[in-house]
């Protein structure tokens, strides 16, 4: 009789499920991971590094962050909430780093995980299931709710 079972890599993350024929051997795995008995836990999908204006903007919303109506006013016109113009004020103005910040928040029609100002303005907004500013989970956390939407 076959049994299905699942890889998790060497990080626990379910990444594929598979049967096994009776007198069959599973598939050799790198070291580190593991073939077990397959159970109902989703597969690990890959974190969205590229959310749209309108995802981030309906995310930040969601989260208490900015209101419904700054959302809607931020991805239709490029309005910004007074949260983001607030955390703005943070940034220096050396270089032109807050206005370089400014055209991005105002103009960007999406929004990349790994920019460096993802960080900046994660460590200035308060995230508000915790009341401290964001961290590298919770901003992973806010990217995996918005490219739901």
């Known amino acids: 009789m076959a049994s299905l079972v699942q890889i998790r890599d060497d990080q626990g993350r379910k990444i594929t499920c598979l049967t096994v024929g009776d007198g069959e051997r599973p598939p050799p795995v790198p070291d580190g991971w593991t073939i077990e008995a397959a159970d109902a836990t989703p597969l690990w999908q890959a974190q969205a ?18 209101t419904q109506a700054e959302a809607l006013a931020w991805a239709a016109r490029g309005d910004l909430p007074e949260a983001m113009s ?8 050396t270089g032109g780093q807050r206005f370089g910040a400014h ?18 303005l994660g460590a200035l907004l308060t ?21 739901a939407l």
Do not use: C, K
């Open 49 to 66: 590094e590229v959310i749209s204006d309108r995802q981030f903007a309906q995310a930040l919303a969601l989260d208490g962050i900015i």
């Open 86 to 93: 607030d955390a703005l004020a943070e940034i220096p103005e």
């Open 103 to 120: 055209m991005l928040l105002a103009g960007a029609t999406t929004f990349e995980r790994s920019h460096p100002l993802t960080e900046v």
């Open 127 to 147: 995230n508000p299931e915790t009341g401290q500013p964001y961290d590298a989970a919770a901003l992973d956390a806010l990217w995996a709710r918005a490219s």
